[in-house]
């Protein structure tokens, strides 16, 4: 028997922002699109089956938390999210384990891929770290946005191709208002190492 999909779309300072679950948790979570309608539409791309709630009174507690938590975060509160119970059973198993150590990247820090990778033991697959965060279903649930191309020529780190709406300039945003929910000066996310 299939689960039963609901997806919720909400206001954030940064746009609308969706969200999809079913019994077992958060299946999706989708960054603004250029509209309110554009994100709507990308969550019935994304959940074809899902039925549409439009009122918030009518979200289960955990989901209406995860919207808060979510707006918080793009409002610029630090939040790391972790309470959010998601549901990643059809995720790849390599997938799945980037993915939980990413969740784990505090609010104003950044890895590289290949320091992902080699978290995770396997630390020759940078490429393939990117690939799983470049199909991170749950963003900013899961912030893909803290993971960065290793640094070169003298750069700190390497802001590659971000998948979101907007691309690395979502990114940009992104770590930008982290950076100042913690205090720092953007573009100073310190090195979990």
């Known amino acids: 028997m299939q689960e039963i999909v609901r997806f919720y779309c909400y206001d954030t300072a940064l746009g609308c922002c969706g969200i999809a679950w079913t019994s077992r948790g958060i299946v ?3 960054l603004p699109e250029e509209s309110a309608l554009a994100t709507r539409d990308r969550m019935r791309v994304r959940f074809p089956c899902a039925m549409e709630v ?8 955990t989901v209406r938390h995860a919207c808060e938590s ?5 409002a610029g509160e ?6 959010i119970v998601l549901d990643d059973h059809l995720l790849p198993d390599f997938d799945r384990e980037v993915l939980a150590l990413t969740r784990r990247i505090p609010v104003g820090q950044t890895l590289t891929y290949g320091e992902v990778a080699a978290r995770v033991g396997q630390p020759h697959a940078a490429r393939a770290v990117g ?3 470049g199909h991170n279903p749950f963003a900013p649930i899961v912030p893909c946005h803290r993971v960065m191309g290793a640094p070169s020529a003298g750069k700190a780190a390497n802001l590659t191709g971000f998948s979101a709406p907007g691309g690395v300039d979502t990114k940009l945003k992104l770590l930008a208002i982290e ?12 090195s979990l190492f």
């Open 54 to 61: 439009t009122v918030a009174a009518e979200l289960p507690e």
């Open 179 to 190: 950076a100042r929910a913690t205090g720092q000066q953007v573009g100073e996310q310190q």
């Open 131 to 133: 690939r799983a965060e």
């Open 28 to 30: 999706g979570s989708q």
């Open 70 to 74: 979510v707006t918080a975060l793009l």
């Open 78 to 83: 630090p939040r790391d999210l972790l309470e």
